[in-house]
């Protein structure tokens, strides 16, 4: 059964301007993703991703189109975004990072807590909570961002490459980590990558981009059914076609965007 949509983006085009010269990042993007979907979007870097993420995250403004976040109250924020690295905040501690987004809507201390209390042990970090971002590896830093997301139980979660900087093992780890979460929350979710096996392993539908001017070009459901492993995606015949689709699709892209 199809679910409400949630984001609504319609026709939208971002345009840079500097001194005499003009570039267009995005053009005409429309999409709608339901409610609690988790959507990856890939393409040939500089296609646009990052921005049409910043757009929807009220970073940047839309040069031309319209979008949509449907919200059901007040109480939550519309959208949190984790950034590939430098998403924590160094002069707070683990549990203070963690906080942040609840303490900045200046919710009830109890509540806090025990949301905080709750994401740092779903992502590990309970006994690291005291320290500081300085004291962490790469990986746990990017458990806090998570966290940090989640607890503040947005309507929309965006992530731009949070895993890109990551070694495999970590990356595999945080990949598990993720979707455990996502399991119980169900939030939406749009999700930029530049890995193949990673989208193919997280979202529900793939969203392939043009290389810039950015547009969508192509959507593809993922039919593995959940919950999946990166040994099932790599093992399964019809993952592997798809996994060659977009390979040869990025590839086209990339020597579109070098003519």
């Not at 988790?38 to 910043?54: A, M, Y």
């Not at 200046?106 to 300085?134: A, C, D, I």
Request: glycine share 4%; hydrophobic share 40%; aromatic share 8%.
């Amino acid at each position: 059964m199809d679910q409400p949509v949630k984001i609504s983006i319609d026709n939208l085009t971002k345009v840079f301007y500097k001194k005499n010269n003009s570039v267009t990042a995005i053009q005409n993007i429309t999409l709608n993703v339901e409610e609690g979907e988790f959507v990856c979007i890939v393409g040939p870097s500089g296609c646009g991703k990052t921005t049409l993420l910043r757009i929807l995250a009220d970073l940047e403004q839309p040069s031309s189109g319209t979008f949509s976040i449907e919200s059901d109250t007040d109480f939550r924020p519309l959208q949190s975004m984790v950034f590939q690295e430098k998403g924590v905040i160094p002069w707070l501690t683990v549990e203070e990072n963690v906080a942040f987004g609840l303490n900045m809507r200046h919710l009830p201390k109890e509540f806090v807590r025990k949301q905080t209390n709750y994401y740092l042990k779903k992502v590990g970090l309970t006994k690291f909570s005291k320290l500081y971002p300085k004291e962490l590896s790469g990986g746990m830093k990017q458990r806090i961002s998570i966290a940090r997301a989640f607890a503040n139980d947005p309507e929309i979660l965006l992530m731009d490459e949070p895993f890109a900087a990551l070694d495999e093992q970590n990356k595999f780890i945080l990949q598990e980590e993720l979707l455990s979460i996502w399991s119980e929350t169900k939030k939406t979710v749009i999700f930029i990558t530049h890995s193949i096996d990673e989208a193919l392993l997280l979202s529900d539908r793939i969203v392939l981009m043009s290389a810039q001017p950015g547009e969508i070009v192509e959507e593809i459901k993922v039919p593995l059914p959940r919950p999946r492993t990166m040994e099932q995606v790599r093992a399964n015949l019809e993952m592997a076609e798809q996994f060659i689709a977009i390979w040869n699709h990025l590839q086209q892209e990339v020597q579109k965007s070098r003519k």
